[in-house]
């Protein structure tokens, strides 16, 4: 039975007060956060070197990493938070480039608008990338988004057709603002793998 609460919402989507939170927080790239976070266990925000901190890298910069491994590229491609925007989610997939998908959240005037990022200029989103809400949304109501506009359960399926294992270990899912957000994404892709696995066996 799932312990998770869907039901729960965060009180606002403010940025976080600690410093190092805020810090890794605007880091685009999955992999330079991660660099970054080891940093600061290690030696706090004066361990990281000026400019690897930086939201997002330029070409030559993000030319630099590819020299290393294509994974150090994920999500350095995604487009920079608008002002005042902040990433409430993100998931990172496993894949050859570690492909990143953001999603985003502002403030309004009356309500709070959203959209879902991709690092290919939403070639690989649905339609429905964007809405908006006056309250912050519900956990559910944020996985009914993000699954509705981008393809994940189909994505791990794909790569993993028969193997739960593979799949939960081809992603990962972030968020300050939502703490069982990776959790519940690997409840829902456990449940879909054993619903298909049921449908298999009637068949």
Known sequence: MSTIDYSWRPED????FDPEELMLSRIS???????????????GTDAVPEGLEMA?????????????????LGGEYLPPCREYEVEIARVTIRSTTYDVVSVRAKYGKNR???RI????????????HTRTSIRPLTLGSLLDFLTGAWSLYESVEY????????????????SLHYPDFDEALREQVTERFYQTAG???QS
């Open 56 to 72: 997002t890298l330029s070409h030559d910069e993000r030319r630099t990493l590819g020299l290393f491994h294509p994974s150090f």
């Open 159 to 174: 790569n993993y057709p028969d193997d739960l294992e593979g799949q939960l270990g081809f992603f990962w899912g972030e």
């Open 199 to 201: 449908k298999t066996e």
């Open 112 to 114: 709070i608008s959203y």
């Open 29 to 43: 790239g999955a992999a330079r956060r991660e660099v970054v976070r080891k940093m600061i266990e290690e030696g």
């Open 13 to 16: 989507y403010s940025e976080p």
């Open 117 to 128: 990022n991709d690092e290919y200029n939403g070639d690989n989103l649905g339609e429905k």
